[in-house]
Structure formats: structure tokens, C-alpha cells
């Protein structure tokens, strides 16, 4: 099962490499990483999604995460009310005489076009992962160039902030 970490670390160069080599040793995978600045100046915010088979095997990455000098507080968001969103950019090609239907795809996915030339189109969307690969298997019909995500971030719903919740 895919489970959502909210890990609030001091901020300081090398912290992201000592969580991510941390959780690799432990022969977790890493299905996505999302890092940067929070409220506070000296914190960072690292929301990791990892896949873990049971509720041991999740407790045995909080507890190492723990142990880390430079975490300050982790939160299972997991079973907790929250809203998760993901960025994909998709560089699709968008010739002449097929702009039209990639347009219509975009606005039904209530996407943004960033960038246009003579063959190609950048596309920005925001959402839930299933829909951005809904999106994506409907654009590979017109040739996918690339594709950029930044993987899960999530916040709590509700007035507390991470810091406050227990």
C-alpha cells in the first residue's frame, strides 16, 4: 500500500540525500519526492510516498527517519483527511492539423497550454495521479515527447498546520 509522509526537516544541504539513501537501504521504494521551503525559513517540508506492505514495515521507515539529527517532526497522512495534488508538464505534439482535438483534450482536463511552436505544445496540469494518466493515455494517441512530474504533495484539511497534528 502507498502511504503519504509529511517529513519537516531542518534546512540544510545534504538532508533530502541522508532521507532518501535512508529509506533505499531499507529496501523501500521510493515512489515519489517532493521537497521545499515551508512558513519557516530554517524548515523544509519533504512529502515521500513510499510503498509499504503492512503497518510494520511503515513504522519500521518513521522510526529510522526518526533517528535523523535533522528531522523535526513526521506525519502519516495517509488515513488522515487531506488534499493531495500532483504537477505534470507534457510536451506533446501539436502539428497544424491536429491542434484543435489537443486543445479540446486540455480544456476537458481544465489543463493550461505554457508553451507553443510549428510542432509541439507544453501542457501544465494539476490534479490527482489518475488524472493525469488519463490525460497522458489519451494524449499518446498524438505522440508524447516528454513528460515532467513532481509526484504527490498533500496537506491536511482543517485549521492545523503539520507541526500541530499528533
Same mark, same amino acid.
Given at each position: 500500500?502507498?502511504?503519504?509522509?509529511?517529513?519537516?526537516? %531542518?534546512?540544510?544541504?545534504?538532508?533530502?540525500?541522508?532521507?532518501?539513501?535512508?529509506?533505499?537501504?531499507?529496501?523501500?521504494?521510493?515512489?515519489?519526492?517532493?521537497?521545499?521551503?515551508?512558513?519557516?525559513?530554517?524548515?523544509?517540508?519533504?512529502?515521500?510516498?513510499?510503498?509499504?506492505?503492512? *503497518?510494520? %514495515?511503515?513504522? *519500521?521507515?518513521?522510526?529510522? #527517519?526518526?533517528?535523523?539529527?535533522?528531522?523535526?517532526?513526521?506525519?502519516?497522512?495517509?488515513? *488522515?483527511?487531506?488534499?493531495?495534488? %500532483?504537477?505534470?508538464?507534457?510536451?506533446?505534439?501539436? &502539428?497544424?492539423?491536429?491542434?484543435?482535438?489537443?486543445?479540446?483534450?486540455?480544456?476537458?482536463?481544465?489543463?493550461?497550454?505554457?508553451?507553443?511552436?510549428?510542432? &509541439?505544445?507544453?501542457?501544465?496540469? &494539476?490534479?490527482? %495521479?489518475?488524472?493525469?494518466?488519463?490525460?497522458?493515455?489519451? #494524449?499518446?494517441?498524438?505522440?508524447?515527447?516528454?513528460?515532467?512530474?513532481?509526484?504527490?504533495?498533500?496537506?491536511?484539511?482543517?485549521?492545523?498546520?503539520?507541526?500541530?497534528?499528533?
Amino acid at each position: 500500500m502507498k502511504h503519504t509522509l509529511a517529513v519537516l526537516v %531542518e534546512n540544510k544541504p545534504g538532508v533530502l540525500t541522508h532521507i532518501s539513501g535512508l529509506i533505499s537501504r531499507r529496501a523501500f521504494n521510493i515512489e515519489s519526492i517532493a521537497a521545499g521551503y515551508t512558513e519557516e525559513d530554517d524548515m523544509t517540508r519533504i512529502t515521500i510516498v513510499v510503498d509499504a506492505d503492512d *503497518q510494520y %514495515e511503515l513504522e *519500521q521507515v518513521v522510526n529510522q #527517519l526518526s533517528k535523523l539529527i535533522d528531522v523535526i517532526k513526521i506525519i502519516d497522512l495517509t488515513g *488522515q483527511d487531506r488534499v493531495h495534488r %500532483e504537477l505534470a508538464m507534457i510536451k506533446v505534439v501539436a &502539428t497544424p492539423d491536429i491542434r484543435a482535438d489537443v486543445i479540446n483534450i486540455v480544456e476537458i482536463f481544465r489543463a493550461h497550454i505554457v508553451d507553443v511552436n510549428k510542432e &509541439t505544445m507544453i501542457i501544465e496540469l &494539476t490534479g490527482e %495521479e489518475m488524472k493525469i494518466d488519463a490525460m497522458c493515455d489519451l #494524449l499518446k494517441d498524438y505522440g508524447i515527447k516528454e513528460i515532467v512530474r513532481t509526484g504527490r504533495i498533500a496537506i491536511c484539511r482543517g485549521p492545523k498546520s503539520a507541526k500541530e497534528v499528533s
